[in-house]
């Protein structure tokens, strides 16, 4: 019963300095605002950039370093950061050819899947309709089991066309779109760096990854591309599928292995050669993001304490005005620990009301980016309980030394004041 009793009792302790706080934000809507300032500022930038980033990494991982589901590359170079990095690997590293492909494809054991992809830019025309800038993509049959993108139409490249070197393509959307917006597109011939191909297949429409369309490129045969566009000195680019997520590593390992012996590498020896996941693209972004959302914290941080310093100094001159009143409640018996609660509760429900603000702004900025531009934004909600509870935090750190002031006072001497 005696504790029922002291928990009603600090719920209506709690309550009544809510009430005041809010009460005060009411009434002095401008000072209020003012006072708020700073926490707002704070909030909402912190709130904004955390929205940013979120967005950003679920796009880039789903939109733009999806390479397939447990798929890695073996490429010429690994995931190069900097223009030294670039100069050494260049003199070292030498191109994936179409023998280690081969190799790799007889006596790997783990992958599921294996094959080949290599890359160019190709003028398209159709009639008298151009489309330049085409990514033009040589593939084996096997990528179609490992890639993202998928038939719309007609049929994907497969194993007969390679063996045959078939002059056949299957489009991207937006270049099927723009050669054949009114007819059936499957049958008819377009040129690829003025060589003719026939269309037997359409994929569907993948979207534009921050603001560049993802649909302009062609497939053809992998060896029809190396035989038209010379695969002496280029590098092909090996695509591996492991057998699930608990399986990468292992697959990895043996593509290094294998590729490290046909090499003849040392124990010592750095590869010559890259292996590229999904999961190393996306590192080296949130590496990216992580230092633009660590200075964003710090700029944050400065409006924190500008408002909390705010706060304080509102809080003071609301010690000040209410001395008397303070002097009143200890003549009835408040102690010293209600009077400090008191205070604590108001500048916390005040910075927390900031902080509440805060997160309305950076919503309606979301809200606006993502409507009116390409940049994505996504809001989690576990960075809006940080951002209140922070705000908060803040209010009450700040409003702990107008607390203890008015705790301290004579209450002879608060009932002498005049304001």
Known sequence: MTDRRAILRRGVSLREPTMVALETLRTHKLRSFLMLLGVILAVSTLIVVVALISGANQYIASRVVNLGSNVFLVTRFPLISNLEDFVKYTRRNRNVTWEDYEALRENLKLPKNIGVETRTNARARYNNQVLEDVGLRGITASIGEMDVEQVAEGRYITTTDEDHRTTVTVLGSEVATKFFASV??????????????????????????????????????????????????????????????????????????????????RPNDEDSFGLLSSAVLLDLFHQLTGAIASSMVGIAAVFLVIGGVVIMNVMLASVTERTREIGIRKSLGARRTDIMLQFLVESGVMAGMGGVIGVAVAYVISALVTALTPVPMSVPLAAVAVAIAVSTGVGIFFGLYPARRAAQLDPIEALRFEA
Request: glycine share 8%; proline share 5%; no cysteine.
């Open 184 to 265: 059936d597109p499957i049958g008819k011939t377009v040129e690829l760096d003025g060589r003719p191909y026939e269309v037997v297949g359409v994929m569907k429409e993948i979207g534009s990854a921050l603001g560049q369309t993802q649909d302009r490129y062609a497939y053809i045969p992998v060896q029809t591309f190396l035989k038209t566009y010379s695969a002496n000195g280029r590098s092909i680019d090996i695509n591996l599928q492991a057998r699930g997520p608990e399986w990468m590593m292992r697959t990895q390992e043996e593509a290094r292995v294998l590729m490290r012996a046909r090499r003849h590498l």
